[in-house]
């Protein structure tokens, strides 16, 4: 890594400089963006490697380019590895470069265009990849959605299946982006069956503690789970699909020449990496603090007064309806970024606001407890919370506690390896 940096900086001190600043940022400030977290050295290792280089098309075994017995042995390892973290797993594609192109995939396997899908509505919780109209599977195929009940804020079984049998979607999408409770993936396949539609089981934000045994597992119950490999997998940026046997060939097809040419093989190789560590007790131990930090940081914000949307979390991140304080997403968003805290604006349940206002942040914990963070220094967020959006225009507020968000978040490393 050192020769790597060292041969970056003598080719472009630019690209060099700015690296370096973004890792002085990303050390320095507090980061509770659900969807990220921070890779291991060893993932980053490989991300970075001589793989880089090769193109692969194809699948191991069957590739149109030679040079390709290293790949293949580093993909079947991946694949391997996913299959012994997810029991049950019957065909795995890890090519996929996104969670969004895995979705994407899956849908070409098995829907014609103008085919009816049913999906949790991105307003409450669901993801633009889930038929949202300005995505490609919003203009492709026809969606229809549902989402939480108004009063408790919790996926409304009943209503699923009541819209299910009404519109007699051919594909059915459990998962989402902002939901803070444990999604009941048996009654989703319990419903997809009723109205013979195949269930899509998008588990990108929980795929860690699916993988851990703390959040149920969608795999006895879906026809296709989808994930991405960073998030709460701490692997490298990317995408996965599981899917039964019977669509193997389906979805190979769609994924290549469907939707991507050549994989990539450096990513395929880190992913590989990153199911190693999270085959660990030591990942395990991880997963089990991330739920315990999000629950520790939801209960001490409450205390403070915030209001939990559904009142609390059951796995990684939470949302905070900021109505009871005056405040908007985006206004707490900037104000604490001002103050090194990191959060990303978000729509509530049923919220008034437009997209890029909201009513709502979204927090999770998957960075800060990769970091080492435990329950003492949710408190200690939560105060620093607290205070600047109780006055979120104070500059000088900001400033202060700024310095000792610094002074205390680069005292925890960015990189921990489980093995």
């Not at 098309?57 to 042995?73: L, N, S, T």
């Not at 797993?89 to 470069?97: D, K, L, M, S, Y």
Request: aromatic letters at 6%; proline letters at 5%; one cysteine or more.
């Amino acid at each position: 890594m050192v020769e790597l940096q060292s041969a970056l900086q003598a080719v472009d001190p630019e690209v060099f400089a700015i690296i370096r600043d973004e890792e002085a940022r990303q050390s320095r400030q507090i980061d509770l963006i659900a969807s990220e977290n921070t890779a291991s050295r060893a993932v980053m290792e490989a991300s970075g490697s001589v793989f880089t280089n090769k193109y692969a098309e194809g699948y191991p075994g069957r590739r149109y380019y030679a040079g390709c017995e290293h790949i293949d042995r580093v993909e079947r390892l991946a694949q391997e590895r996913a299959r012994a973290l997810f029991p049950g797993a019957e065909h795995i594609n890890v090519q996929p470069h996104s969670g969004s192109q895995a979705n994407q995939a899956v849908m070409l396997a098995v829907l014609e265009v103008g085919d009816t899908i049913l999906a949790m509505d991105l307003n409450q919780g669901g993801h633009l990849s889930h038929g949202h109209p300005l995505n490609l599977a919003g203009k492709l195929y026809r969606p229809v959605y549902y989402g939480v009940d108004r009063e408790t804020e919790r996926l409304d079984y009943d209503a699923v299946a009541a819209l299910a049998r009404a519109h007699r979607p051919k594909l059915i999408i459990c998962g989402a982006s902002a939901y803070s409770r444990v999604i009941d993936f048996e009654r989703f396949g319990a419903i997809a069956r009723e109205v013979d539609a195949v269930l899509l089981a998008d588990i990108a934000h929980i795929a860690g503690l699916v993988a851990a045994g703390l959040h149920p597992s969608p795999i006895p119950h879906a026809d296709f789970v989808t994930t991405t490999t960073h998030k709460t997998l701490r692997g490298p940026r990317g995408g996965m699909v599981i899917c039964r046997e019977r669509y193997a060939k389906a979805l190979d097809r769609t994924v290549l020449p469907g939707l991507q040419g050549g994989p990539l093989c450096h990513q395929i190789a880190a992913r590989a990496v990153a199911f190693r560590e999270a085959a660990t007790e030591g990942f395990r131990q991880y997963q089990r603090q991330i739920v315990a930090n999000a629950a520790a940081l939801a209960a001490a914000l409450a205390a403070r007064g915030f209001r939990i949307v559904s009142g609390g979390t059951d796995n990684h991140l939470f949302l905070v309806d900021l109505r009871p304080r005056g405040l908007t997403g985006n206004v707490a968003e900037r104000a604490l970024e001002r103050a090194g805290i990191i959060v990303n604006k978000n729509l509530i349940p049923y919220d008034p606001e437009k997209p890029l206002v909201t009513s709502g942040i979204r927090i999770g914990t998957p960075t800060v407890s990769s970091r080492g963070m435990t329950l003492a220094d949710m408190e200690r967020i939560a105060d620093w919370i607290d205070r600047v959006l109780s006055a979120p225009e104070d500059e000088r507020l900001a400033s202060e506690v700024g310095e000792e968000v610094a002074a205390f978040a680069s005292r925890f490393p960015l990189s921990t390896s489980y093995v």
